[in-house]
């Protein structure tokens, strides 16, 4: 499908991976510093040279200048190369919508066919009574432990209910083996109670580290997150 004219909206600078680096898939090359023993904040200075390296500053292509708070990665292997040579314009925000035609911070306007909102995850538990579950899920705010478990429910569990910047099936089978050993009586819960201070504890934790907004209120970055699983997995003494 082709158009004559694309418009990406960004209001805030993602962080772009490259596809490929060096004649390399880029995961290839990230997945080296993907370890445990590798302080978390050398993983993702080192993540954002290697971006930087590929793409040079994003913010002479139109982005704004990167928050010093921690954002979900995105990779796309063609769109830098797009806007720079202008095959995509690019705008910062949407100051309102009138029919087809759309208004934009810039105080520029054109009239649109099709417009496509990425505006990330949103929980939704139809299956669910209310009050099953506590937290927001409106704002994707869901008390779980390990973001699998109610603490009330330990016998419920919640399989892909966050975000992260590697891919999901990886993580969501780490989960499902995890939730194996619990039905299988190789790992054993901690009460409601401790349950419930390490759903607070890691709920103020995000808080502090990410970017305020309802998509960042679920996302894990999954090299810490697999290694609290293995932590918790451990055979009950």
């Not at 292509?61 to 979900?72: A, D, K, Q, V």
């Not at 419920?156 to 995890?178: D, K, P, S, Y």
Request: glycine fraction near 8%.
């Amino acid at each position: 499908m082709t158009s004559a004219r694309t418009v990406l909206v960004a209001r805030s600078t993602p962080i772009i991976l490259p596809k490929l680096m060096f004649g390399r898939p880029f995961t290839e090359i990230t997945r080296k510093i993907q370890r445990p023993w590798i302080p978390a904040g050398i993983r993702r200075h080192l993540t954002r040279f290697l971006v930087y390296v590929a793409h040079g500053d994003l913010t002479k292509l139109g982005f704004r200048t990167p928050s010093p708070e921690r954002l979900h990665v995105t990779s796309n292997g063609t769109i830098v190369n797009d806007i720079a040579y202008r095959r995509v314009d690019l705008k910062q925000d949407i100051q309102r919508i009138d029919g087809k035609t759309i208004h934009f911070s810039d105080g520029s306007s054109d009239e649109f066919d099709t417009l496509i909102a990425a505006t990330g995850y949103k929980c939704d538990l139809p299956f669910l009574a209310d009050g099953l579950v506590t937290g927001d899920p409106e704002q994707n705010k869901l008390e779980l432990y390990k973001r699998i478990v109610p603490p009330e429910w330990p016998g419920l569990f919640m399989i892909g209910f966050f975000n992260t910047g590697t891919a999901l099936n990886m993580v969501f089978e780490h989960q499902a083996r995890w939730v194996r050993d619990i039905i299988a009586g190789k790992v054993q819960l901690p009460s409601s109670e401790v349950m419930r201070q390490n759903v607070e504890a890691k709920t103020a934790w995000v808080q502090t580290h990410f970017k305020q907004t309802a998509g960042h209120g679920i996302e894990e970055e999954h090299v810490p997150y697999l290694a609290e699983l293995k932590q918790a997995g451990a055979p009950p003494t």
